[in-house]
């Protein structure tokens, strides 16, 4: 089997580095690419990767030549990506990527079909102000409720798959919407096909606003308009 990690960029000049070199040289068990999504990035990121990144083995970069969202640069990734499983990577340290390896490890045993981390299992995580640690318990609630789950955390960037579950949905919004639109398509369809669906604790280092986190209030409240969105949609199996 073979891993495409899938990582999406937007102005992480600072941490983007940092990050590739970490996933780059982790073994994860079986053979990887990375498939890059550099969506339009202003802050030197993308002339970073040109000079860096551009032609090294196992690597695939993608430009935006507009500024797209990340469900937008997921999309490009997907459309690259030619390995058996399918791992989102977002390009800062918030996350830490070894938390992955028995995530992968799960679906090349054959014991899952989709794996989410989350960040509120108890592993090591910063304190979130309250407003958005209840956001997005609220997101998740509701997720839960029209979709017959039990997630702790829909929002989380961890999502681990066999790339094969893509071809029975389609997937239409280019923001952080994403997350909400991947979950409940994806429940909705594994109650229908039996996908062993899993979720695991991870490590989350996460940042302020002012040390560059990008997702905020507008997109929770936009996040519960995809869920009514998709509150009745059914899978065309």
Same mark, same amino acid.
């Given at each position: 089997m073979k891993l495409s990690l899938i990582i999406p960029? *937007? @102005?992480?000049?600072? /941490? /983007?580095? +940092?990050? %590739?070199?970490?996933?780059?040289?982790? &073994?994860?068990?079986?053979? +990887?690419?990375?498939?890059?999504?550099? &969506? %339009?990035?202003?802050?030197?990121?993308?002339?970073?990767? !040109?000079?860096?990144?551009e032609g090294k083995e196992g690597v695939v970069v993608v430009y935006h030549e507009q500024n797209k969202g990340k469900g937008a640069a997921l999309h490009s990734g997907f459309q690259k990506a030619t390995g058996d499983i $399918?791992?989102?990577? &977002?390009?800062?340290?918030?996350?830490?990527?070894? &938390?992955? $390896?028995?995530?992968?490890?799960?679906?090349?045993?054959?014991?899952?079909?989709?794996?989410? #981390? =989350?960040?509120? *299992? #108890? !592993?090591?995580?910063?304190?979130?102000?309250?407003?958005?640690?209840?956001? @997005?318990?609220? $997101? =998740?609630?509701?997720? @839960? %409720? %029209?979709?017959?789950?039990?997630?702790?955390?829909?929002?989380?960037? *961890?999502?681990?798959?066999?790339?094969?579950?893509?071809? *029975?949905?389609?997937?239409?919004l280019t923001d952080f919407g994403f997350e909400v639109e991947f979950t409940m398509k994806m429940a909705k369809t594994a109650m229908r096909k039996g996908w062993r669906v899993y979720e695991t604790a991870i490590h989350y280092y996460g940042r302020s606003f002012a040390e560059g986190k990008k997702i905020n209030w507008k997109d929770g409240i936009k996040a519960l308009g995809y869920i009514l969105k998709f509150a009745f949609w059914k899978p065309k199996l």
């Amino acid at each position: 089997m073979k891993l495409s990690l899938i990582i999406p960029v *937007y @102005n992480e000049r600072v /941490f /983007f580095p +940092k990050l %590739f070199d970490l996933v780059y040289a982790m &073994d994860f068990g079986v053979p +990887k690419e990375l498939v890059i999504v550099d &969506d %339009f990035s202003t802050d030197g990121t993308r002339q970073w990767i !040109k000079e860096h990144i551009e032609g090294k083995e196992g690597v695939v970069v993608v430009y935006h030549e507009q500024n797209k969202g990340k469900g937008a640069a997921l999309h490009s990734g997907f459309q690259k990506a030619t390995g058996d499983i $399918i791992a989102i990577q &977002d390009a800062d340290l918030e996350l830490d990527p070894r &938390d992955l $390896i028995p995530m992968v490890q799960m679906i090349v045993e054959d014991k899952a079909d989709v794996v989410y #981390g =989350s960040r509120f *299992y #108890g !592993k090591m995580h910063r304190v979130a102000p309250f407003h958005y640690h209840w956001g @997005n318990k609220i $997101i =998740s609630f509701w997720v @839960n %409720f %029209f979709c017959n789950t039990s997630f702790t955390d829909i929002e989380v960037c *961890y999502k681990v798959f066999k790339k094969e579950i893509l071809k *029975y949905f389609d997937l239409t919004l280019t923001d952080f919407g994403f997350e909400v639109e991947f979950t409940m398509k994806m429940a909705k369809t594994a109650m229908r096909k039996g996908w062993r669906v899993y979720e695991t604790a991870i490590h989350y280092y996460g940042r302020s606003f002012a040390e560059g986190k990008k997702i905020n209030w507008k997109d929770g409240i936009k996040a519960l308009g995809y869920i009514l969105k998709f509150a009745f949609w059914k899978p065309k199996l």
